[in-house]
């Protein structure tokens, strides 16, 4: 038997026991030429038994050392060896003057259900909600995994900081000593207003550098620019009421307006920010969402007399405007220009703020100043998303800005994004420019480049498949602005080094498929264009000559 060791007969066993025993311990093999010590083998068989959840439960004992030995032809010691890890994992449990059992709880990990026959299974699609077949995100399994493992391949993705020159050391400093001060303090729940040392640093920050007028009680702490968004549409907006939203504009917007059911009416951009139009009072936007200091995508600043006809619009209308202060801090021809919020008298302008681009995307902190009579309003939606954001990281950011590292980190990103913005520009008129002109905006860490011929178009987004490297269109971001076909690209995330070699490898392929003609017949479509369905034009382009 090649070594192998089979439990004896059921006959050895007396036949009242057996009746009683869990395991039909005839199976059990044991093999002497395994280099798995016997105890060992017996051990995980008889485990692997009690997995499968396929005894009865009305038969629980266990046979003795002195019967399982004689049945498998072994020593004591080692069938007790064995039962000894068993008890001591929770499988078997000892019973004074009764004898061994199976433990009435097993080890839940270790539990697995068992199988049911196979049958044929008719696949359905689910049942979901309405305000989730509302949304205009049609990505599924992968498509959903937005995050990036290890260093990032150059795409040329908008959005994306300089991650790598994040000062993690400064960082884990300032979070061990919150942690050694405060201790299991912020191990507790946390406020669903925000952390009162984080409120204070973020309150004083915006009053002085953003000119924005509030005070510590007005800051609400929220993961983020999403659910800054979310919170106040759910805060402010019933299904079937007005919201406006910038067209082109930011895409994650739209599906949070879908999301709540709300009537959204896209609004065209023009050289002044967002274009203001005569509406019904039963059509007045209950929200209007905005980036009046860096509109993304198209870059534009809202002139200061487009922002104060903003706040009058909304505070007729008894609407309110959610300012998204989209890259403020990386403005390169000056500094940054004040916020909405401190021009408003009305209490009708929401701020809201994120630290995804300026230190980095998976903190998920961000902050909303809100007009004292919604405060309360919004702490609640807050606190029925997730109660609130994690307290460890909302006291190492406060110490981060109360002690200056966020303002130099901030200085010191303008200057290393200003050196990266330059060579961009550099290496685009040298790979690219026969190709598109380049906007030049005074701030933000995209460009869009406007192509000189439509039938590009095709070309260019065969590319960005063959290559990775992925610049979105600008198409992406509209609903129904009628635009010239471009690209916008990031440009924040990667080094010189990295830069020219996106170029080139973008280059190189849109050269190798006008070679093949392979943007001919491709299914890839464009919106036709003319000077009186465009809203917007570039006004600062670069050529090459």
Same mark, same amino acid.
């Given at each position: ?48 038994? /009690? ?9 629980? /004992?266990? =046979?003795?050392? +002195? ?11 080692? *069938? ?53 077949? !509302? ?12 995050? *990036? ?20 050391? $400064? ?6 000593? *919150? ?42 702490? *929220? ?30 917007? !739209? ?15 023009? +050289? ?16 209007? /969402? $905005? ?122 990103? +303008? ?20 190709? #598109?002109?380049?906007?030049?905006? =005074? ?7 406007? /192509?000189?011929?439509?039938?590009? #178009? ?13 610049? +979105? ?14 690209? $916008? ?11 020219? @070699? ?13 070679? !093949? ?7 890839? @479509? ?20």
């Amino acid at each position: 038997m090649n070594g192998a060791i089979y439990g004896r007969t059921v006959s050895s066993v007396p036949k009242q026991r057996r009746r009683r025993l869990v395991m039909s311990f005839e199976m059990v093999r044991l093999d002497r030429a395994s280099s798995e010590p016997l105890y060992q083998q017996l051990y995980r068989q008889i485990r692997e038994e /009690l997995e499968s959840g396929s005894f009865d439960s009305s038969a629980s /004992l266990v =046979p003795s050392s +002195r019967v399982l030995a004689a049945t498998l032809g072994i020593s004591r010691p080692t *069938v007790n060896e064995a039962f000894s890890k068993l008890l001591a994992e929770g499988y078997l449990q000892a019973r004074k003057r009764s004898g061994i059992f199976v433990a009435d709880h097993l080890p839940a990990t270790f539990l697995k259900a068992a199988r049911p026959a196979t049958t044929a299974r008719t696949e359905h699609s689910p049942r979901v909600a309405r305000r989730v077949t !509302r949304m205009t995100d049609f990505r599924s399994g992968r498509q959903l995994d937005v995050g *990036v493992g290890g260093p990032p391949s150059v795409t040329f993705v908008a959005g994306l900081p300089a991650v790598d020159e994040f000062p993690i050391s $400064v960082w884990e400093r300032l979070r061990e000593q *919150v942690l050694a001060k405060k201790g299991a303090h912020l191990l507790r729940y946390a406020s669903s207003r925000g952390e009162i040392e984080l409120r204070k640093a973020i309150a004083a920050y915006l009053c002085d550098f953003r000119g924005a007028n509030c005070h510590p009680d007005q800051i609400v702490v *929220v993961g983020g620019m999403q659910q800054a968004m979310l919170a106040c549409a759910l805060a402010l907006i019933n299904e079937g009421e007005v919201a406006w939203i910038e067209d082109p504009g930011f895409h994650q917007a !739209r599906n949070v307006l879908a999301f709540v059911g709300a009537k959204m009416v896209p609004r065209p951009i023009d +050289r002044e920010g967002l274009l203001i139009a005569k509406c019904s009072r039963q059509n007045s936007p209950r929200l209007i /969402l $905005v980036a009046p200091s860096h509109q993304f995508p198209l870059g534009v600043t809202m002139s200061l007399k487009r922002r104060k006809a903003l706040i009058e619009f909304a505070e007729s209308r008894d609407g309110y405007i959610l300012e998204d202060d989209y890259n403020s801090e990386f403005r390169f021809d000056g500094p940054p220009l004040p916020c909405l919020q401190g021009l408003d008298n009305a209490g009708r302008v929401i701020y809201a703020g994120t630290m995804s681009k300026i230190l980095y995307p998976s903190l998920r902190l961000g902050f909303l100043i809100a007009p004292p009579q919604l405060v309360d309003t919004l702490v609640k939606v807050r606190a029925v998303m997730d109660q609130h954001s994690p307290a460890i990281d909302q006291a190492t950011l406060a110490r981060f800005i109360t002690e200056g590292f966020f303002l130099s980190h901030v200085k010191r990103m +303008r200057e290393l994004y200003a050196q990266r913005r330059v060579f961009f520009i550099e290496q685009f008129q040298k790979w690219l420019g026969d190709y #598109f002109d380049l906007e030049v905006t =005074p701030a933000g860490l995209h460009f869009i480049a406007w /192509l000189r011929r439509e039938e590009d #178009f095709p070309l260019f987004m065969r590319a960005r498949q063959e290559t990775g490297v992925w610049p +979105r269109p600008l198409s992406f971001f509209c609903i129904k602005a009628q635009l010239n076909p471009a690209f $916008v690209f990031g440009f924040a995330a990667w080094s010189q080094a990295q830069i020219e @070699q996106g170029m080139a490898k973008l280059a190189s392929a849109v050269k190798q498929l006008k070679q !093949r003609g392979a943007g001919n017949g491709s299914s890839f @479509q464009i919106r036709s264009f003319s000077s009186a369905t465009s809203s917007y034009w570039p006004s600062t382009t670069v050529r090459s000559n």
